[in-house]
């Protein structure tokens, strides 16, 4: 029973690479969330989706792609990346109420530690 | 006003003490309400729901005024696992009504 699942657990790169993550769940949730945790901040929505192909952006998108291909999976990419991107990245999903508003709990993985050099 | 506030502690107490957290919301529009636990370095997870009428499980009792628009986790019995620190979670409105909105969270050291 994985859950959500995050890749990878911890990265490193230089400034100016490019990455992806990957977040998997295997619960049919329809809502999928990026969120990034740095100390003193809380938890920060960068992008989210309510279905398969549909994505939106939160309250920190800039610097930040995502793509939702398949309803299990959603990937986060790091177009150019920068030292302010340093983070702990949680990746979360949800089921949807009422047909697009959804107010259920949402399932977190167990994080991407990312460090830019 | 920010969206979710909480008092960030910490709150040290000793094993078997009562502690309680509040956390106040800004939209009166508010529907779903959470509390989540994080241990350190680990990611959230879903502690309880908050129900209007308040609720109960086990140690820990959560209730919601809407008048005065605050939730609250009470734990009673503290145990040295109970150390971790507590998230307020509240459902967005207007455009992002589709989304949970997280306090930044109240640390709590259970000691021995």
């Known amino acids: 029973n994985a859950g959500v699942t995050q890749t990878p657990k911890f990265r490193v790169l230089k400034t100016g690479q490019s990455m992806t993550l990957l977040c998997a769940q295997d619960?049919?949730?329809?809502?999928m969330y990026w969120y990034r945790q740095d100390p003193g901040m809380g938890l920060r929505l960068i992008h989210y989706s309510v279905g398969e192909g549909t994505t939106a952006k939160g309250e920190v998108p800039d610097g930040y792609n995502v793509s939702r291909l398949k309803k299990q999976n959603f990937l986060l990419g790091l177009e150019s990346a920068a030292p302010s991107q340093t983070s702990v990245y949680f990746c979360?999903?949800?089921?949807?109420?009422?047909?697009?508003?959804?107010?259920?709990?949402?399932?977190f993985g167990d994080g991407t530690r990312l460090s830019i050099l | 006003r920010k969206e979710v506030e909480q008092d960030p502690g910490p709150f040290n107490v000793p094993e078997g003490a009562t502690v309680a957290f509040n956390c106040t919301y800004s939209?009166?529009?508010?529907?779903?309400f959470f509390w989540y636990r994080q241990d350190c370095r680990k990611e959230p997870k879903l502690l309880m729901s908050v129900y209007s009428s308040g609720n109960e499980d086990g140690r820990f009792t959560a209730q919601l005024n809407r008048a005065s628009q605050y939730i609250s986790l009470l734990i009673r019995d503290s145990k040295l696992s109970d150390s971790a620190t507590y998230l307020c979670?509240?459902?967005?409105?207007?455009?992002?009504?589709?989304?949970?909105?997280f306090g930044k969270g109240t640390k709590l050291s259970v000691k021995p």
């Open positions: 939209n009166s529009a508010s529907q779903s």
């Open positions: 619960m049919n949730h329809e809502y």
């Open positions: 979360a999903s949800s089921y949807s109420l009422r047909g697009g508003w959804s107010n259920q709990p949402q399932h």
């Open positions: 979670v509240v459902n967005g409105y207007g455009g992002s009504q589709g989304n949970l909105i």
